[in-house]
């Protein structure tokens, strides 16, 4: 495919506040449009040999959502800083307008013409993009800090994601380039799933 536009815009913000003492709530939010913004061209060729199965053909991107990252994230943390060199936090995280890549040859004039007018319904199934569902991810984080000889310090920190294994999140996915005009759901969408729950600890010397 040759030619292809996309453009990318969005806001971020976040916010930190001192609640009581050692409180504190953390905010974020950022939301974008990714998108194709123009007709790119497409041609494909067979793989066992340099014969063209078409060439110059006009895929009709423009304005479809670019696919595999989600266009809407927002979050809310709670972290406690102990006097005895020790914090905890906890994170939500909420993502959503999330799509599947597209298969441009689904988006070709040549894809829907054997259909008629009529038949829109049969033009939905091929050039639509499918929507994935919007979802929540719990994070944790757990530190503490040691006073070593009076002048050095050992910290260690622990960051749990996914805290509650949900392996069923889908967070993305693409269209099969392998389709079929009469039959859209022959070849499925391929979707990556979250991973389930990972630990991390990291050690740092300072001197």
């Not at 040759?2 to 815009?9: E, I, P, V």
């Not at 078409?54 to 423009?62: G, W």
């Not at 049969?122 to 050039?127: G, H, K, L, V």
């Amino acid at each position: 495919m040759n030619g292809l536009n996309q453009t990318h815009q969005g806001i971020e913000m976040g916010i930190e506040k001192v609640i009581y003492t050692a409180h504190t709530l953390q905010g974020a939010l950022g939301w974008g449009q990714f998108y194709y913004t123009n007709r790119p061209v497409l041609q494909a060729w067979q793989d066992n040999n340099a014969n063209a199965l078409f060439t110059n053909r006009t895929v009709y991107l423009k304005h479809y959502r670019v696919g595999g990252t989600p266009q809407f994230v927002a979050g809310i943390g709670y972290k406690y800083n102990a006097p005895a060199h020790w914090f905890y936090s906890i994170y939500a995280n909420y993502f959503d307008a999330i799509y599947v890549e597209p298969n441009p040859d689904r988006r070709t004039a040549e894809a829907v013409s054997k259909y008629l007018d009529s038949e829109v319904q049969y033009y939905a199934e091929i050039i639509d993009q499918f929507k994935l569902p919007s979802y929540y991810v719990f994070n944790a984080q757990l530190g503490k800090s040691f006073k070593i000889w009076s002048k050095y310090f050992l910290n260690v920190n622990i960051s749990i994601n996914n805290l509650f294994n949900d392996r069923q999140i889908i967070s993305g996915g693409f269209e099969s380039l392998r389709w079929d005009k009469a039959n859209i759901s022959k070849f499925d969408n391929k979707y990556f799933y979250m991973t389930g729950t990972t630990y991390m600890c990291t050690v740092n010397f300072n001197f």
